[in-house]
T-cell receptor, first 114, second 112 residues
Framework: GESVGLHLPTLSVQEGDNSIINCAYS??????FIWYKQESGKGPQFIID?????DKRQGQRVTVLLNKTVKHLSLQIAATQPGDSAVYFC?????????????FGKGTHLIIQP | KAGVTQTPRYLIKTRGQQVTLSCSPI?????VSWYQQTPGQGLQFLFE???????NKGNFPGRFSGRQFSNSRSEMNVSTLELGDSALYLC???????????FGPGTRLLVL
């Protein structure tokens, strides 16, 4: 079946550098996308979302880019800090954020090197 | 505002037993969704409740069930537990359908 996937299971970056985490999705009917951060022993934490009528959205130190042509989603984290170490999941949904459940990718483990 | 709470946080059961997990949503949130997280399958949607009604269900066997109460609190039940049911069970809540979901810390279930 169609699902959301991520390109890399692990991404290692230097503290202070910018991080880019990528995600490819295959369901062209998806119109809502979310990035979650999950730290060890905790539930996923909402970071930022974007709807399909946008191609870019910015938050505090984070930017999500959506390329519907190639069905690609990315999360950019500026000036990566040790507290950014976590597993990052992209998720997609058709028709909004909740009605049909979210489909999650496998996750990218972001490792911050000092 | 308090976040999503789940109880218990940890649970050990044996095969064949049943288990009930509880989720209390953020104040004002009326939609509750449940997810199973395992290393092999990742995060998978179980079901969603809104106004005490199941609105959608993922691809899980009938051993997995749930309900929602009038105060929006939700419970999920797994009967006849199998080893493969060992997982982190996460609850996510939102104000309504098709809105951003916020997750609780999860209940880690180990089936022996």
């Amino acid at each position: 079946g169609e699902s959301v996937g991520l390109h890399l299971p692990t991404l290692s970056v230097q503290e202070g550098d910018n991080s880019i985490i990528n995600c490819a999705y295959s369901n062209s009917a998806s119109d809502y996308f979310i990035w979650y951060k999950q730290e060890s022993g905790k539930g996923p934490q909402f970071i930022i979302d974007i709807r399909s009528n946008m191609d870019k959205r910015q938050g505090q130190r984070v930017t999500v880019l959506l390329n519907k042509t190639v069905k690609h989603l990315s999360l950019q984290i500026a000036a990566t800090q040790p507290g950014d170490s976590a597993v990052y999941f992209c998720a997609e949904n058709i028709g909004g954020g909740g009605a049909d459940g979210l489909t999650f990718g496998k996750g990218t483990h972001l490792i911050i090197q000092p | 505002k308090a976040g999503v709470t789940q109880t218990p946080r940890y649970l050990i059961k044996t095969r064949g037993q049943q288990v009930t997990l509880s989720c209390s949503p953020i104040s004002g949130h009326r939609s509750v969704s449940w997810y199973q997280q395992t290393p092999g399958q990742g995060l998978q949607f179980l079901f969603e409740y809104f106004s005490e009604t199941q609105r959608n269900k993922g691809n899980f066997p009938g051993r997995f069930s749930g309900r929602q109460f009038s105060n929006s609190r939700s419970e999920m039940n797994v009967s006849t537990l199998e080893l493969g049911d060992s997982a982190l069970y996460l609850c996510a809540t939102s104000y309504g359908l098709q809105e951003t979901q916020y997750f609780g810390p999860g209940t880690r279930l180990l089936v022996l």
